[in-house]
């Protein structure tokens, strides 16, 4: 028994030495300019993936080709980035206003521009985070086209298997398939990748799209096309950065623009003096949990008032979202879209212009119009970003010559989270957040407590939490360790520690806010990585997401008013 501890404890060390080398590795090619993901320079960076063999990545140091991690990758990386041979991440440089088209990501808010066959640029203006994301799925990209060229490469030379041949056919005259057609390329790709016929078939719904049903096949061919080209020439991929994204990175330069855009509403409004609650949390939760009841009463069922909420997280009811919105925006709630580069829009609510005796809270009589509390709720942040957002937002606001101190009497944040011990929808409540790969960490006064959450109908736990480099780096080994070592850590994320390093610096060492500001932290769980099948790669939350955010939620409004 002694000996297999020391074993899982050398595993744990071995995961944490890798991911300070991927993370040194990243540093320094970021500086370098430019890298061959596939070459030598790229080499440190796919060792320590390898050695790592993140849960996110499942079976990545296996001969089989992982397929949960390659749509989850995918889904956030633009569409054709398989086709591109040179990858340039940029600042934002002014793409958006030439006649390139923005690609999106589905799962990740970042513009992406298909320059020609050839290259992809990707904007990145949410720090070194984004950059870190970015390297490490494209890392995981490149590895498993190499081993879909190991599969299909007959000899060193350029020759293929049959299999291949069939899929090269079917890609490269766009050629649209029947129905059993499709089972029969399948079929051949489940050999290719190694997989089993069910296994693939899934992946290639999943990836499918309306108007390119077989997209899966174009991205398997593109990725060990590139990979063959790569093997049997001297035609490497390559990853560019920018000259402006490398001057401009770790300067704030979009979280400034950011703050001084709201701080701008909140002057035109009046609301510079006012109370200000700031909530980091997604967009539709507070205003919904203020206004959707007083708009929508007949659609809560059963006195459930997450019957409701549930439905307005329903894609389908987009004329009910748009009544909560167009009411909300004539009784006190003001939308500010970002256009500075950060992504992370923001609403501003003055609850002088709420009917609060329509509402299901109360706020205190006593209390002055110019006493009554403003919330900003701004959008998720991303890693160092939250830093970033947040140590920009409580500066002090110049205009005039006239310095204006706002007025922070709380922050709170929201957010999903990795739990180490429960499942997909529990709640999170932090007590501190433990930087992981440094000796820093943050314990605060939390003012959400564990048993304010009696009988809400979700699980709860309580305790530290680790804020992670990056979430697809955490394999089971380095998270056991921080669950079972006397940390006693609860879950893992990426923002925590970012934004209580700024709320600390503004209130204790700046004196840009009070000291006495109040600090509320909650997260509920997207997903165990310490269970088989739990991962982010296995797929959202749904609807078990949608009561713990508005319990959440609830509890927050609860304290402000």
Same mark, same amino acid.
């Given at each position: ?169 079917? *890609? @490269?005259?766009? /050629?649209? #398939? ?5 089972? +029969?390329?399948? &079929?051949? =790709?489940? %050999? $290719? ?71 701008? *509403? @909140?002057?035109? /409004?009046? #609301? ?5 609650? +700031?909530?980091? &949390?997604? =967009?539709? %939760? $507070? ?275």
């Amino acid at each position: 028994m002694e000996q297999s501890k020391i074993k899982g404890r050398t595993r744990a060390q071995e995961s944490s030495n890798a991911i300070e080398r991927l993370y040194i590795s990243m540093r320094h090619l970021f500086s370098r300019g430019f890298y061959k993901p596939m070459g030598i320079s790229g080499d440190a960076l796919r060792q320590a993936l390898l050695v790592l063999r993140p849960e996110i990545y499942g079976s990545i140091a296996e001969e089989k080709v992982e397929l949960n991690g390659l749509i989850y990758v995918i889904e956030r990386l633009p569409v054709g980035i398989e086709e591109c041979r040179f990858i340039n991440l940029t600042a934002e440089e002014g793409y958006s206003k030439s006649h390139f088209k923005a690609i999106i990501p589905p799962k990740r808010r970042r513009n992406c521009f298909r320059i020609d066959k050839d290259q992809m640029n990707i904007e990145v203006t949410r720090g070194r985070s984004e950059i870190y994301d970015i390297l490490t799925h494209l890392t995981f990209l490149f590895i498993e086209s190499h081993k879909i060229a190991d599969k299909v490469l007959i000899n060193e030379d350029t020759d293929t298997n049959r299999e291949w041949k069939k899929l090269e056919e079917i *890609v @490269l005259h766009n /050629k649209k #398939l029947s129905r059993d057609e499709r089972d +029969i390329m399948l &079929a051949h =790709m489940a %050999s $290719v990748l190694g997989r089993t016929f069910e296994e693939t078939h899934r992946v290639h719904t999943v990836l499918g799209e309306n108007n390119n049903p077989d997209r899966f096949f174009q991205i398997i061919y593109w990725l060990g096309h590139l990979a063959i080209t790569e093997k049997t020439s001297n035609l490497k991929r390559a990853i560019t950065f920018s000259p402006v994204l490398r001057e401009r990175i770790g300067h704030h330069i979009y979280g400034e623009i950011w703050a001084n855009n709201i701080k701008k *509403v @909140l002057e035109e /409004k009046n #609301l510079l003096d006012r109370p200000i609650h +700031i909530i980091s &949390a997604n =967009m539709h %939760s $507070v205003m919904n949990s203020i206004y959707a009841p007083v708009v929508l009463p007949k659609q809560i069922k059963n006195n459930d008032i997450i019957s409701l909420f549930e439905l307005l997280s329903n894609d389908a009811n987009e004329d009910l979202r748009k009544q909560v919105e167009d009411y909300a925006s004539e009784n006190g709630l003001t939308y500010i879209k970002d256009t500075s580069g950060t992504i992370i829009n923001v609403q501003v609510i003055d609850t002088e212009k709420i009917d609060f005796s329509k509402t299901r809270y109360t706020l205190d009589n006593s209390l002055q119009n110019d006493e009554k509390p403003v919330i900003i709720v701004m959008d998720y942040a991303f890693g160092e970003q939250a830093y970033e957002t947040m140590d920009e937002l409580l500066k002090p606001y110049k205009n005039n010559r006239k310095i204006h101190h706002l007025n922070v009497e709380s922050v709170s944040i929201m957010g999903k989270a990795g739990i180490l011990e429960g499942g997909k929808g529990d709640i999170m409540i932090p007590s501190s957040h433990v930087f992981e790969g440094t000796a820093d960490n943050y314990p605060f006064k939390n003012q959400l407590k564990k048993k304010l959450f009696d009988g809400c109908g979700v699980a709860v736990c309580s305790g530290a939490m680790v804020t992670v480099l990056g979430t697809s780096l955490q394999n089971k080994d380095i998270l056991k360790f921080f669950q079972g070592s006397t940390w006693k850590v609860i879950g893992l994320e990426m923002e925590g520690a970012h934004y209580q390093k700024a709320i600390q610096a503004a209130s204790k060492i700046r004196g840009n806010i009070s000291n006495k500001v109040k600090v509320r932290y909650a997260y509920y769980a997207s997903d165990n990585p310490l269970e088989t099948g739990s991962t982010l790669a296995s797929g959202g939350l749904g609807t078990t997401g949608v009561r713990p955010t508005y319990v959440i939620t609830e509890k927050i409004l609860e304290q402000i008013f």
